[in-house]
């Protein structure tokens, strides 16, 4: 995908390029942004506890990752689904560990139809595929059509983001594992987290594939 090297087929990523993309470390345990003093949780998380359990990402959003996700979202490279879904589900394929069922992040359908495809339900699949764990996506609506959050603060992303999604699943799973590409400030992971819990699912984890 990257260097035209022979590569894992189940990724197209040689074991150089794959090597070039270090995974995060030192990480909050509740948002899991990086942290560099010495602690495990951020002031932030210890101030106000998030909806969600825990947002749980491999890679750091820069470099390859951060290639990946652009060439999928921006230049409709497909493959680069597979790539993020297999290499998410190998990191989550914990069997003491596994979630009730797996949804994305939904897009508003009018975003939907001017993209063409929601990049976070396409790995969802390789996710939901390789873990065997149910893919839910019908039970999570966006209801809001938000404004592009990048441009935004983080006060303003919050305010602009609530009441976002709709839940419409008949049932509630315990435990529910909301994948996304990325994390940026962690508000969208937030406020779908808190639509989940409102709707009774008890665990709600978000799992994405870097964190800005
Ligand atoms: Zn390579
Ligand atoms: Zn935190």
Redesign the pocket.
Known sequence: MVCQQSADNEIDLCSRCLADMPALEDT??????ALTANAS??????KKT?YYDKIITLYPYRGLAKFLIHALKFNNQHCCARIMGTLMARHFNKPEHQPNAILSVPLHPKRLSQRGFNQAELISHYVHKKLNVPLVETYLHRVINTHDQASLSAAKRRQNIRNAFCYTGKTAPYFVAVIDDVVTTGSTANEVARTLKKAGVKRVEIWAFARA
Do not use: D, S
């Not at 949780?41 to 210890?46: A, M």
């Open positions: 909050c345990a509740v948002c899991g942004i949780t951020c002031g932030r998380c210890l998030p």
